[in-house]
């Protein structure tokens, strides 16, 4: 009975002031990194947002006159003579290149960091941390250098033609720079360590004993993998897929050298606007439609995450 009393004390007055002042602290010691945040995140944006829906001046920078022109113009264009309306092609192109590929690099990298990943948890203790070295080499090396390296391996004088030439197996070389497959290459590389680092944290604390318990139940290797393993490394799979759809959907650097001028991604084409376009307002648009694309993405996933962590 006395210890069913002490169980419901409600706290005393001196208790409950001494929680609000540790969160007063803790707010306090926030504070100055919220303040940054606040700053160096939201203010940038809020320009972003304000020069979207102002008009464009006449040698670039903007003119101080509301107008949702540039909102019009990312996927409406009209014409110069008779101001008809009709679908921007090139931005529909552009923005449909840009979701597709950073889809198919994320598919891709996942189908290699997997089994990488796996590779790396299944090792003695004191091997990980070499593989995890050897993993994070690339993050060493600026990524335009890592850019031009895969370049030099798949021009048609590169490593790759020269090999399958002095094999037999190509007569001509074969053209994949400056193609989708390029851009698509290119993205895996820079962003497979993204993908390889968050699914080795989930499989590292996976309980490996539930994996031999799937195997004495007479499950295949398939239904182990697909019943056992992946449902409980799924966090890992989400943080991965995140990390490496949002940056590759915004990706600049490697479409602009492997895929050339004509094979152009979301965050070149708003380069272009603010550059040789000198369209502010409408490289703003098309900025805050990249990030309202990352915020479905992102929504969807962490919805999606939600509903299988409720089903299980």
């Given amino acids: 009975m006395r210890n069913g009393v002490l169980g419901n004390r409600q706290p005393s ?16 010691l926030c504070t100055p990194a919220l303040l940054l945040l606040l700053l160096a995140a939201s203010g940038p944006l809020l320009i ?20 949702g022109e540039a909102w019009f113009n990312v996927l409406f264009s009209r014409d110069i003579f008779d101001d008809t309306v009709s679908l921007a092609d090139a931005h529909l192109t552009i923005l449909w290149r840009s979701v597709r590929l950073s889809l198919l690099t994320t598919l891709l990298a996942f189908l290699l960091g997997f089994p990488t990943a796996y590779f790396i948890a299944t090792r003695p203790a004191s091997q990980r941390p070499m ?14 250098i890592r850019t031009f390296a895969i370049m030099e391996v798949i021009r048609n004088e590169g490593i790759l033609n020269t090999l399958l030439q002095a094999l037999g197996l190509i007569d001509s070389p074969i053209q994949i720079l400056y193609t989708d497959t ?39 290797r398939w239904q182990v993998l697909r019943k ?29 050298v492997l895929g050339g001028g004509k094979n152009m991604m979301l965050g070149n084409l708003i380069e272009l606007q603010f550059g040789q376009g000198r ?20 929504a969807y996933y962490v919805r999606s995450a939600s509903k299988s962590d409720a089903n299980d």
């Avoid at 593989?131 to 335009?144: A, K, S």
């Avoid at 820079?190 to 499950?219: C, K, Q």
């Avoid at 393993?229 to 490697?254: D, Q």
């Fill in 131 to 144: 593989w995890l070295f050897l993993i994070t080499i690339p993050f060493w090396t600026n990524l335009l």
């Fill in 182 to 220: 390029a851009v698509t290459i290119g993205m895996v590389y820079v962003y497979l360590p993204l993908m390889v680092l968050p699914l080795y944290a989930a499989m590292e604390r996976l309980d490996f004993r539930l994996v031999e318990a799937g195997y004495d139940l007479y499950a295949s």
């Fill in 48 to 67: 972003v947002v304000v020069y979207s829906f102002l008009e464009p001046g006449e040698y670039s920078g903007v003119v101080w006159r509301f107008s």
């Fill in 13 to 28: 007055g001196l208790e409950i002031e001494a929680r609000r002042q540790t969160v007063r602290n803790y707010l306090l």
């Fill in 228 to 256: 056992v393993i992946i449902p409980l490394v799924k966090p890992g799979i989400v943080a991965g897929t995140i990390l490496v759809f949002v940056p590759s959907l915004g990706a600049y650097v490697t479409p602009r």
């Fill in 279 to 298: 369209n502010w307002p409408l490289g703003a648009a098309l900025s805050m439609t990249l990030l309202v694309i990352v915020a479905i993405a992102l």
